[in-house]
């Protein structure tokens, strides 16, 4: 394959993405991040795949969207991680498992259950979703510092949002008491593609973790559009965090 050649699905070649990448679902959200970027540009528009590239302290950063599900995120790992993009940072938006997670609060998974079935296409249920430790430390200090209130915990990725949105309404019997035992055992939020990013991510030997904005308290059955203000600082987290990830990075190749 000539060096030049554009991936098939995101549309981006070897130069066009960052090592660093962060990964929101809607194509929407990509000019957002693209404003916390040095010089970003709109560099390809493939499918679900947005891409912004612009500079963070200097570094290569990108923004790309994944679209939704583990299906899209799996192919969106595959081929960045075939660019040598090393670092994946979703951005996106979740339902609350718990009482206390309310609209516009952030999730910070370090684990996620994986109540879906890309990963199953590359290793057995066994095989745990867990995120990067240095990112989640990163995202738990920016998170702190910016004073929003935030929870970190393990999640759950679906496949069939609206299974969880109203599962009175499913043909599937007992997926009420299905969700209030994912509750009793603690998880904090449901969404559609932390699980699969997490177990390809590790598989390919690349970092990832997930910063959430929560749309959907506990039993609301919908989803809400906040004020944009409220992604704005989930926005303004992440990329703190990103910039905390960066300076770790630096200073372990300085070590070397």
Known sequence: MAVTEKKYHIGLGHGDVGDYVLVPGDPGRTPMIAKYLDGAREI????????????????????????????????????????????LLRVGTCGAAQPEIKMGDLVIGYAAVRSEGTPNGYVPTEYPAVASLHMV???????????????VGVIRSVDA??????????????????????????????????????VVSRVRKMRAATINLCVDELGAGEI??????????????????LRRLIARDARAADRK
């Open 44 to 87: 390809a528009f493939s499918r679900e795949y947005r891409t912004f590239t612009g500079k963070l302290d200097g570094v290569p950063v990108s923004a790309m969207s994944t679209g939704m599900g583990g299906p899209s995120v799996a192919i969106a790992v595959e081929e960045l991680n075939e660019l040598g993009v090393h670092t």
């Open 224 to 241: 809400h559009h906040l004020d944009p203000s409220f992604m704005d600082r989930m926005l303004r987290v992440a990329v703190d965090a």
């Open 137 to 151: 430390n990163a995202l738990v200090e920016a998170a702190e510092a910016s004073g929003v209130p935030y929870h």
């Open 161 to 198: 949002l609206y299974s969880d949105l109203l599962p009175d309404r499913m043909p599937r019997p007992h997926l009420r008491d299905e969700l209030e035992m994912w509750s009793k055992a603690g998880i904090l939020s449901n969404d559609m593609e932390s699980s699969t990013l997490f």
